[in-house]
Nanobody, 127 residues
Framework: DVQLVESGGGLVQPGGSLRLSCAAS????????MGWVRQAPGKEREGVAA????????HYDASVKGRFFVTQDDAISTIYLRMNDLKPEDGGMYYC?????????????????????WGQGTQVTVS
């Protein structure tokens, strides 16, 4: 089974930085599309960053481009989201997600991928 376990959220002041981690298991990590999806209170989930682990190609939502960076560590099947210059509107629950070729109803589509495997989420508060 696909398992995604996030860590690294917390409370940070505006302008600060955080790094989120997502440890993955249950699939071939080196050839997968993985992403970070944010859900703010009262809003729908939105993809903020993604990476294709096969070649390291990354993608970002316009709201975070130049401030957020997604990277991977193949040795430990982990992706990271480095978040710099955080703003209050960056706050929310951050979910690590992985692409599924056969997504169910709980799916976020962006950059041509269907993120349908989910971690439990980690809270980021910028205040």
């Amino acid at each position: 089974d696909v398992q995604l376990v996030e860590s690294g959220g917390g409370l940070v002041q505006p302008g600060g930085s955080l790094r989120l981690s997502c440890a993955a298991s249950g699939f071939i990590f080196s050839r997968y599309a993985m992403g970070w999806v944010r859900q703010a209170p009262g809003k729908e989930r939105e993809g903020v960053a993604a990476i294709y682990t096969g070649n390291g190609a990354d993608h970002y939502d316009a709201s975070v481009k130049g401030r957020f960076f997604v990277t991977q560590d193949d040795a430990i099947s982990t992706i990271y989201l480095r978040m710099n210059d955080l703003k209050p509107e960056d706050g929310g629950m951050y979910y690590c997600a992985a692409h599924s070729p056969v997504p169910g109803p709980n799916v976020t589509r962006k950059w041509g991928w269907s993120f349908a495997y989910w971690g439990q989420g980690t809270q980021v508060t910028v205040s």
